[in-house]
């Protein structure tokens, strides 16, 4: 499917809902509208993310298969762990171009970028040394599987604007999805008809580095009915050489309600993305020609290009007395196109059915919510590998077929003991198959099996209205992906085990008028850690097992409303609000034969953020922003290379010049700090040149408008 085509067809889609009648919910003002929000008893009352010192934004009550954002924020107080939910007023103002941008104050989720969309990401060491795409944390879009059979995931595929919000359950807070890894589990919730905030939207921005984007959405209800769409069109020319991406992306939704009890909705998701990939540079280049592009890249024309398309279904069904009953499927397909050290020609089918069953309810006389579920996966990928000839395929090298099959069982109890201490125990198990067929040479075709059951044990416990404490103990379970059974050049199984660990974290969040907090720390012992590290020669990383490896550390966020904790006059209806986000990540190696008690490569041991945000009550906003590292942390696993720290600095804002028209600007790295972003890992810097950093970007500005109507 080419770009054209893509474009051609979602934009056919939208302009029909244009140009129909633009009518949403009954009852509410798209731009002005105030939603009227019931709030059930249990969990963390209203929305403690008023406090954000983003602009008012339309909060509607979602339906059952989708739920509005104060309904989820209240949901997800309920569970005893290291939880968010991100509202897209957070960085709906701002040049959201991938996760970094859209997580930069969520604590304990570390996204940080190497090009364009493409950023490392881990939540809690999760996949921490993946220099490639992404592992260690299972992806969904409304509650339905993102990532690939394998557990393999793309997220460039991911547009932040077509979200309503992001919820993230770090760790094991993550199985009510299923999710059985170290990391936990990510959900874009994009919006319905319900939910979306206007009939019309349509934002138009640019800035540095040629980029360009434009982004549409519809929104309409026809009585029990609703549709939503939306596309965005993306181009960059990138802050360094050999760094053009460009993209678009169409999302639509179509809802049914069948009556109060019953609905269901039909998801559909393409993208068309072509990236190239700079590569990585040494130090020095990184500090002195930021700018530059890895000549190898350059000379190969290495591109990540993906062309994907999904649909879905998800069912839901209120049973009564608190029981609700969600179900469905999808299924779609990806082509990946990416010359690197070799060209990578991958493209198959992935489908899946999942369910889930809630019940809330009493148990001998006590609050008792109870969640089992279930979902089977199934994937095949057509492999091949050629010769790369400046980016076009040469000779055929390999060729294999990957199929995967996981299979998922998971149950969670909430049993109140008051009516603010409850008990939680859950487990989850896991079946998954991974067979490899070569073509070229049968022989070393083959085949592997993985299952395990794994516990959890949590409490929580309202001790104040709107705060909370908790603390759970949970077991992670993840099988080798693909990338690491069949590595790089070597076109057969590599024997792995299970990466296997025990977290026990322990915390406490809530809000007052003056002040908003979330405080977490964690403990992970982790046995067979899947390590990557790069062996050079622009091939990609090598995998191996790790021995025992300890991952620990603090997330925390506190936000102040300034004038109401210091008595500072302000003008009427103005808000001056701080908000900070502080990650500490202590992840080492226990008695390892080789690398002893060494600090694991790839984490920064502090990472820290601020903004200072003015809201005047009288339509613009402005906020001073503060990134700051003060240790990159160590590039090799021999520890003898650390990354040098960084503090850059911003400035965002924005102003309502008419009803639904938002001018809005972003500005990054004001004193052109020259920085390493991030970094690939490696065994020891003292046996080849570290070619391993990927530069930040210097100073750069954003500016758009947005127009609801």
């Known amino acids: 499917m080419s770009s054209l085509s893509a474009f051609v067809r979602g934009a056919a889609a939208l302009a029909f809902l244009f140009a129909v009648s633009p009518s949403l919910a009954d009852g509410f003002d798209p731009v002005t509208g105030v939603p009227v929000i019931t709030v059930h008893p249990g969990g ?80 809690r060491g999760s996949g921490l040394s993946r220099n490639f795409h992404m592992r260690g944390l299972e992806i969904l879009q409304d509650s ?22 992001i919820e993230v359950y770090k760790g094991g807070n993550g199985l009510r999805f299923g999710s059985s890894t ?48 939306a596309m965005t069109g993306n181009h960059v020319d990138g802050f360094r050489a050999q760094e053009k991406e ?26 068309t993305v072509d990236q190239e990939l700079p590569g990585t540079l040494t130090l020095q280049q990184a500090r002195q020609t930021p700018e530059m592009a890895n ?116 149950a969670e109890n909430q049993f109140y003991v008051t009516r603010t201490v409850a008990l939680v125990g859950g487990a989850h198990g896991i079946y998954s198959e991974r067979k490899f067929t070569n073509h070229l040479v049968p022989a070393q075709s083959d085949a592997a099996y993985f299952s395990t059951v794994s516990p959890k044990a949590g409490l929580l416990w309202d001790f104040a209205a709107n705060a909370q404490a908790f603390a759970n103990v ?46 977490t720390l964690y403990r992970a012992w982790v046995e067979d850690e899947l390590i990557g590290y790069t062996p050079g020669g622009g091939i990609p990383a090598a995998t191996f097992n790790a021995g025992d490896t300890i991952h620990q550390g603090v997330e925390a966020s506190l936000t102040f409303d300034v004038a109401s904790a210091t008595g500072l006059t302000l003008a009427d209806g103005a808000r001056l609000l701080l908000e900070q986000a502080y990650t500490y990540s202590d ?26 945000r003015y809201r005047s009550g009288s339509g613009w906003d402005v906020a001073p922003k503060l990134e700051w590292v003060p240790d990159g942390g160590y590039v090799d696993y021999a520890n003898r290379m650390e990354a040098p720290g960084y503090a850059t600095v911003g400035l965002d804002g924005g102003i309502d010049i008419m009803p639904g028209t938002r001018l809005f600007f972003d500005a990054r790295n004001l004193t052109g700090k020259r920085y390493v972003s991030t970094y690939n890992t490696i065994t020891d810097a003292a046996l080849a040149p570290a070619n391993v950093f990927y530069p930040g970007e210097g100073r750069s500005f954003f500016a758009g408008v947005k127009v609801a109507f």
């Not at 290495?302 to 998800?314: C, D, E």
Request: charged share 20%; net charge neutral; hydrophobic share 40%.
């Open 44 to 123: 963390i009352e209203g929305d403690v993310s008023a406090l954000s010192g983003m602009p008012a934004a339309p909060q509607r009550p979602g339906t059952l298969t989708v739920p509005g954002v104060t309904e989820a924020q209240h949901e997800i107080s309920r569970i005893p762990g290291s939880v968010a939910v991100v509202p897209t007023a957070r960085y709906e103002d701002t040049y959201a171009h991938n996760l970094e941008d859209v997580m930069d104050f969520t604590p304990g989720v570390y996204a940080r970028k190497r090009f364009g969309a493409e950023v490392r990401l881990s939540v």
């Open 182 to 229: 170290l990391g936990g589990a990510i959900n874009i919730v994009t919006p319905t008809a319900w939910t979306a905030p206007a009939a019309n939207l349509v934002r138009i921005e640019g800035g540095s580095y040629g980029s360009a984007r434009i982004h549409a959405q519809a929104a309409r209800v026809y009585g029990t009915t609703d549709i939503y769409a």
């Open 295 to 410: 000549p190898a890249n350059v000379a190969g024309n290495q591109q990540r290009n993906v062309r994907s398309i999904r649909v879905a279904n998800k069912t839901a069904l209120d049973l009564g007395d608190g029981a609700k009953l969600e179900f469905g499927g999808y299924g779609g397909y990806k082509r990946l196109y990416h010359p690197i050290f070799r060209v990578l020609d991958q493209r198959g089918p992935v489908a899946g059915l999942f369910a889930r069953y809630r019940d809330e309810g009493t148990l001998a006389g006590h609050r008792n919510v109870l969640t089992v579920g279930s979902d089977v996966s199934w994937g095949e990928v057509d492999a091949k590998q050629y010769a790369n000839l400046a980016g076009s395929r040469g000779a055929l090298l390999a060729s294999g077929k990957q199929e995967s099959i996981n299979l998922r069982l998971y």
């Open 474 to 519: 949970s077991r992670s379970y993840e099988p080798p992906t693909f990338s690491e059974l069949v590595q790089g050049g070597v076109f057969r199984f590599v024997p792995l085990d299970p990466q296997r660990g025990v977290t026990a974290e322990i915390g406490t969040r809530g809000a007052t008028k003056t002040v908003a907090w979330d405080l």
């Open 587 to 612: 992840f080492a190696f226990d008695g390892d034969p080789v690398y002893g008690s060494n600090k694991l490569a790839g984490m920064p041991p502090h990472v820290y953020a601020a903004a200072l």
């Open 246 to 271: 460009e993209s678009i992306r169409f999302s639509a939704n179509l809802g049914h309600r069948f009556n109060d009890r019953a609905e269901t909705r039909f998801y559909v998701i393409s993208n």
């Open 144 to 165: 339905v599987p993102f990532n690939l059979a394998d557990g393999a995931a793309d997220f460039q595929e991911i547009d932040p604007l077509i979200a309503q919000h």
